[in-house]
């Protein structure tokens, strides 16, 4: 029903059904993550107006499972990415796991899973440094690759005076390039699928 993508390692399917609505992923060597995905894998979809918590445990200092509460994800929203790396100190919060006795050690982390009802998942607050940037992969992509452009272009830049006439060349000023970007940029921030058109 759900998977687990460690940035950069590995997409773990075998989730541990803990109870009837738990399920629970070992991460080990935690330490050394930042961020993971949660998806579900379109097999099996959560009932009608149910979605699932995504929680992260972890040991403290004296081997008590912590747990902070991450977001969720719903048939609507079937996978989120959350960063880790900072909640790794702290005090957890209230989750749904209770006293389980989950296998943990110090190195192996885990990411609960439990199916809620909607109407509480979004009454519930998530850790604030979990989120990840609202701005999707295509958007960030586009802004680095204009970016990418526009500094590599202006990087061959001369003056006027600097410039030797030749004939099978074209030169374009800087400022219309930097134009082109901007309107771009401005174009992506009122639609990002405006290019669809």
Not at 149 to 162: E, H, I, K, P, W
Not at 180 to 195: H, L, S, V
């Amino acid at each position: 029903m759900f998977g687990c993508l460690v940035a950069g390692r590995l997409v773990q399917t075998d989730v541990q059904q803990v109870a009837e609505d738990k399920f629970v992923f070992n991460l080990p060597e935690y330490e050394n993550v930042n961020h993971i995905v949660v998806f579900m894998l379109g097999t099996v979809p959560f009932p009608d107006g149910m979605g699932g918590a995504v929680y992260f445990s972890y040991l403290d200092t004296n081997g008590v499972p912590v747990w902070k509460l991450l977001g969720f994800i719903t048939n609507d929203k079937p996978s989120a990415i959350f960063k880790i790396s900072g909640l790794k100190t702290g005090e957890g919060g209230q989750h749904p796991f209770g006293m389980m006795a989950l296998p943990q050690t110090a190195s192996v982390a885990q990411v609960g899973v439990s199916i809620e009802p909607l109407e509480q998942l979004i009454q519930q607050t998530p850790v604030a440094s979990a989120a990840v940037s609202a701005v999707d992969s295509f958007t960030q992509f586009t802004q680095k690759m204009l970016e990418s452009l526009c500094n590599f272009a202006t990087s061959y830049g001369v003056t006027q005076s600097q410039m030797t006439p030749n004939s099978s060349e074209i030169f374009i000023p800087a400022s219309v390039v930097m134009k082109w970007y901007e309107n771009f940029q401005r174009r992506m921030a009122q639609n990002p699928n405006f290019w669809k058109t």
